[in-house]
């Protein structure tokens, strides 16, 4: 996945699949404008490693139903 950032007074963002020879000639035609700035690829994330990393432990552990519970009327005591 790659993604577009085109900057004409406002800022739009196509999310553009590179599975088609369209979707690649697209590509290679959004790189000769001038206007046209490319960010990321499917092998580079936009988000941090890290994050990424404590958001999937996150999920599997509420996959695995590894949860904390907290009572909302007494917060503080269910969190320490």
Do not use: C, H
């Not at 800022?11 to 979707?23: C, I, N, P, W």
């Not at 499917?42 to 139903?65: C, L």
Request: proline residues 5%; without cysteine; hydrophobic residues 40%.
């Amino acid at each position: 996945m790659l993604y577009l950032i085109i900057n004409i007074r406002i800022m739009v963002t196509l999310k553009v699949k590179e599975d088609s020879k369209q979707a690649k000639a697209f590509i290679e035609l959004a790189k000769t404008l001038p206007f046209v700035k490319i960010e990321g690829t499917e092998s580079g994330s936009p988000y941090d490693p890290e994050f990424v990393a404590e958001i999937k432990k996150r999920v599997k552990n509420a996959k695995g139903k590894k949860l904390t519970r907290v009572d909302p009327d007494n917060v503080w005591e269910s969190i320490l």
